[in-house]
């Protein structure tokens, strides 16, 4: 009688949207209580099968004239929160069908939390708006975490991130505060023509292989306080146009400040250069990087 009575709980729990601990639940029937306008609340959930946004019904058609490329739309504008969840296969919020030279991706009006979630097969998330609370604190990316293009308007915190493979992170426009702090990159970490609208934390980070932050602009407060660059470090062309600390970081291998520009003074107590340092026409606050860094490390 008690198994029973569980079931029926259960059951009442994923008729009305909400819900708050399973076993596993497919991709395809999150999409369906998506669409039936129910928020996703999971917890401890393995997601079985490709979680593919394209069945999203509210699509929108987007085409420029004179343009044979096509954008397709999907609008998410219900609350969607995943704690200590696992995403067996595919999350597919992007896909570029080249044959048909069709690009779909994702608006998500509302929520979008992935805190403590594996992502084990694609995290596409390619030209995607977060236009709420987003977040992805603690999370794994088995594979490339694909955040190319994409769009955060409020604080977003993927602290205690993990990547196995390269985080993908091009051209992402980031409007409020930014927090990767603690988190480890075992591949490449790619945030080259980044916006960071707002201030930036990369505390105590593990960049294992190359960290590129080519052409990326700060125009406010962003910390490397004790993080490790175990490869190359590519802030050639960067703007500082804030305060940037890189208090008692280590660089194992070459780093490039060729043409970085610093409009404050910058915080290199500490810092350990094993690496070369190539620092041509970098200047701080006017000033030569090479004389600045003589006089104050």
């Given at each position: 009688?008690?198994?029973k009575?569980?079931?029926?709980?259960?059951?009442?729990?994923?008729?009305?949207?909400?819900?708050?601990?399973a076993?596993?639940?497919?991709?395809?029937?999150?999409?369906?209580?998506?669409?039936?306008?129910?928020?996703?609340?999971l917890?401890?959930?393995?997601?079985?099968?490709?979680?593919?946004?394209?069945?999203?019904?509210?699509?929108?058609?987007?085409?420029?004239?004179?343009?044979?490329?096509?954008?397709?739309?999907?609008?998410v504008?219900?609350s969607?929160?995943?704690?200590?969840?696992?995403?067996?296969?595919?999350?597919?919020?992007?896909?570029?069908?080249?044959d048909e030279?069709i690009?779909h991706?994702?608006?998500?009006h509302?929520?979008?939390?992935?805190?403590?979630c594996?992502?084990?097969?694609?995290?596409?998330?390619?030209?995607?708006k977060?236009?709420d609370?987003?977040g992805?604190e603690?999370?794994?990316?088995k594979?490339?975490?694909?955040?190319?293009?994409?769009?955060?308007?409020?604080?977003?915190?993927?602290?205690?991130?993990s990547?196995?493979?390269?985080?993908n992170?091009?051209?992402?426009?980031?409007?409020e505060?930014?927090?990767?702090?603690?988190?480890?990159?075992s591949?490449?970490?790619?945030?080259?023509y980044?916006?960071?609208d707002?201030n930036?934390?990369?505390k105590?980070?593990?960049?294992?292989?190359?960290?590129?932050?080519?052409?990326?602009?700060?125009?406010?407060?962003i910390?490397?306080?004790?993080?490790?660059?175990?490869?190359?470090?590519?802030?050639?062309?960067?703007?500082?146009r804030?305060?940037?600390?890189?208090?008692?970081?280590?660089?194992?291998?070459?780093?490039n400040?060729?043409?970085t520009k610093?409009?404050?003074?910058?915080?290199?107590?500490?810092?350990?250069?094993?690496?070369?340092?190539d620092?041509?026409?970098a200047?701080?606050?006017?000033?030569?990087?090479?004389k600045f860094l003589?006089?104050?490390?």
């Amino acid at each position: 009688m008690k198994k029973k009575v569980l079931l029926i709980a259960a059951l009442s729990i994923l008729i009305s949207g909400n819900i708050l601990s399973a076993d596993s639940i497919k991709g395809s029937d999150i999409i369906k209580m998506i669409n039936s306008g129910k928020d996703v609340f999971l917890e401890n959930t393995t997601i079985i099968g490709d979680l593919d946004f394209r069945g999203i019904n509210d699509k929108e058609l987007k085409k420029k004239i004179f343009d044979s490329k096509k954008t397709y739309i999907y609008h998410v504008k219900v609350s969607l929160k995943f704690e200590n969840c696992i995403f067996n296969d595919n999350f597919i919020a992007y896909f570029y069908d080249e044959d048909e030279k069709i690009l779909h991706t994702v608006n998500f009006h509302k929520d979008a939390v992935f805190n403590k979630c594996k992502f084990k097969g694609l995290s596409a998330f390619k030209y995607v708006k977060f236009l709420d609370d987003s977040g992805f604190e603690g999370a794994i990316f088995k594979e490339e975490a694909l955040f190319k293009y994409s769009e955060f308007e409020t604080d977003v915190s993927f602290a205690g991130t993990s990547y196995k493979r390269e985080a993908n992170f091009k051209y992402t426009k980031f409007k409020e505060n930014t927090d990767f702090s603690k988190s480890r990159f075992s591949d490449e970490a790619n945030f080259k023509y980044c916006h960071f609208d707002n201030n930036v934390n990369f505390k105590e980070c593990k960049f294992i292989d190359g960290a590129n932050f080519k052409y990326t602009k700060f125009p406010e407060v962003i910390y490397f306080d004790g993080s490790a660059f175990h490869g190359n470090a590519n802030y050639k062309y960067t703007v500082f146009r804030n305060k940037v600390s890189f208090l008692n970081v280590v660089f194992d291998e070459d780093i490039n400040f060729k043409y970085t520009k610093f409009k404050k003074t910058p915080v290199f107590k500490g810092t350990k250069f094993n690496g070369d340092i190539d620092s041509k026409y970098a200047k701080v606050e006017g000033e030569s990087f090479s004389k600045f860094l003589l006089k104050n490390h």
